[in-house]
């Protein structure tokens, strides 16, 4: 079955780090773009970072450049986001997602999403 | 970045009717466009992709159409399990950026 398994969500203070992690499995995950993509409660969707399979190319956000890394392990077939400097308007519902081709694609397969909550 | 301006913002209709949904991208990008349905507590799912490519498994009363900067996303003979918020999405250059979202709703 094809699947994406997001977990390291919690609650964190402003200023705090979180990673996430994604975990694929039933597609070749070593050679997918794979992206992360948030969405705060009753919001809508904003891409934050996509890293091609090569792991070569990583793109960012400019509202999270900077304070968070996009990274994968294609040996455990796992995505990460590390968030360092976290505020409050990045507490939403964190997606992993993956691309269906190359950069210009849409994204055909979704987690079902982990929550980050930034408050005091 | 290309701005992506869902239009309407909201919309009701009835089981059966046709409905078009359309969005606006401030530049050009081609046929570099995706639609995708969001359930409440659900994650999005991709209903069209390349502007007119219908994804496996969606019903073929969903379809896409358009280019340049002016898509269009029609469901006809509305059924009531299409009651969600529709997204467009633009994957020509990053930063990628999605419409704002059209919620429908089954009357």
């Known amino acids: 079955e094809v699947q994406l398994v997001e977990s390291g969500g919690s609650f964190v203070q402003p200023g705090g780090s979180l990673r996430l992690s994604c975990a694929a499995s039933?597609?070749?995950?070593?050679?997918?773009?794979m992206s992360w993509v948030r969405q705060a409660p009753g919001k809508g969707l904003q891409w934050v970072s996509t890293?091609?399979?090569?792991?070569?190319?990583?793109y960012y956000a400019d509202s999270v450049k900077g304070r968070f890394t996009i990274s994968r392990d294609n040996s455990k077939n796992t995505l990460y986001m590390q968030m360092n400097s976290l505020r409050a308007e990045d507490a939403a519902l964190y997606y992993c997602?993956?691309?269906?081709?190359?950069?210009?694609?849409?994204?055909?397969?979704w987690g079902q999403g982990t929550m980050v909550t930034v408050s005091s | 970045d290309i701005q992506m301006t869902q239009s309407p913002s909201s919309v009701s209709a009835s089981v059966g009717d046709r409905v078009t949904i359309t969005c606006r991208a401030s530049?050009?990008?081609?046929?570099?466009l995706a639609w995708y349905q969001q359930k409440p507590g659900k994650a999005p799912k991709v209903l069209i992709y390349a502007a007119s490519s219908l994804q496996s498994g969606v019903p073929s009363r969903f379809s896409g159409s358009g280019s340049g900067t002016d898509f269009t996303l029609t469901i006809t003979s509305l059924q009531p399990e299409d009651s969600a918020t529709y997204f467009c999405?633009?994957?020509?250059?990053?930063?990628?950026?999605f419409g704002q979202g059209t919620r429908l709703e089954i009357k």
């Open positions: 890293i091609s399979g090569s792991d070569r190319n990583t």
């Open positions: 039933g597609f070749t995950f070593s050679t997918s773009a």
């Open positions: 999405q633009q994957t020509d250059s990053f930063p990628i950026t």
């Open positions: 530049q050009g990008i081609i046929g570099w």
């Open positions: 997602a993956k691309l269906r081709v190359g950069p210009r694609s849409d994204f055909d397969i």
